[in-house]
Structure formats: structure tokens, C-alpha cells
């Protein structure tokens, strides 16, 4: 399988927005979720959020919830984070996941464990 790739990534004011995209490189998305996870400087990945192959269910983390919005374009094969009102606490490097198995996703959709292939990340750095 190919890799996935991040991509929309950079430095913002906070306040600001920004649309990052994560396409699967020569191939499809799993055809059940993908994910957005996000690792600040000397923390843990942590979930963002995800949204399943039919784009019905759409899951944020708190921390998030109101001012990102997942999408999805599978004709074009790309899954998309609208990053709105953002603050320097959401400074990170983002990644997209997928390959998570249906059983596994409704318990562990915010666990990166069960996600088996991920992308190379990109940079949000956000200024105050």
C-alpha cells in the first residue's frame, strides 16, 4: 500500500485558520475510517479527529469541537481538517491515519494503537 500524505500545514496567527488535506498516494483509503491525530513537542499523540468511509459519523476530540471540521472527498481520495479559531495550544504536529478495522474503530476510534498506516505529519506551528 502507498503511503498517506499531509499536506496545508504552516505558520498561523492565532485566531487564524487553515485546511489540511491528507490524500492516500497510490492508493485508496481503507474503506472504513480515517483519522486525524496531532503530537505537540514533548507530549503524546493525541486524537483529533475522524470520519468513517460514507462520511456519516464524524468524531472530535473536546478540545477541538466546534472549531475543526472533518471532510471527505473520496472521488478525489483526499480527507481534509478546516482548522478554525486556532491557539497556540493546538501547535503540533498533525497526521492522518487509516486502516482501522470496523469492531475495533467504535471502541478505539481515539486509540492511535489500532490505526495501521499513517502519514509523515505536517507542522501547525501557532503564534500568540
Known amino acids: 500500500q502507498g503511503p498517506l500524505v499531509e499536506s496545508g500545514g504552516g505558520l498561523v496567527q492565532a485566531g487564524g485558520s487553515l485546511r489540511l488535506s491528507c490524500e492516500a498516494s497510490?492508493?485508496?483509503?481503507?474503506?472504513?475510517?480515517t483519522g486525524w491525530f496531532r503530537q505537540a513537542p514533548g507530549k503524546k499523540r493525541e486524537f483529533v479527529s475522524a470520519?468513517?468511509?460514507?462520511?456519516?459519523?464524524?468524531y472530535y476530540a473536546d478540545s477541538v469541537k466546534g472549531r475543526f471540521t472533518i471532510s471527505r472527498d473520496n472521488a478525489n481520495n483526499t480527507v481534509s481538517l478546516d482548522m478554525d479559531s486556532l491557539k497556540p495550544r493546538d501547535t503540533a504536529v498533525y497526521s492522518c491515519?487509516?486502516?482501522?478495522?470496523?469492531?475495533?474503530?467504535?471502541?478505539?476510534?481515539?486509540?492511535?494503537?489500532?490505526?495501521?498506516?499513517w502519514g509523515q505529519g505536517t507542522q501547525v506551528p501557532v503564534s500568540s
Open positions: 497510490g492508493r485508496t483509503f481503507s474503506r472504513y475510517a
Open positions: 491515519s487509516d486502516g482501522i478495522e470496523p469492531p475495533v474503530f467504535a471502541v478505539y476510534y481515539r486509540e492511535a494503537g489500532p490505526y495501521y498506516a
Open positions: 470520519i468513517t468511509w460514507n462520511g456519516l459519523r464524524k
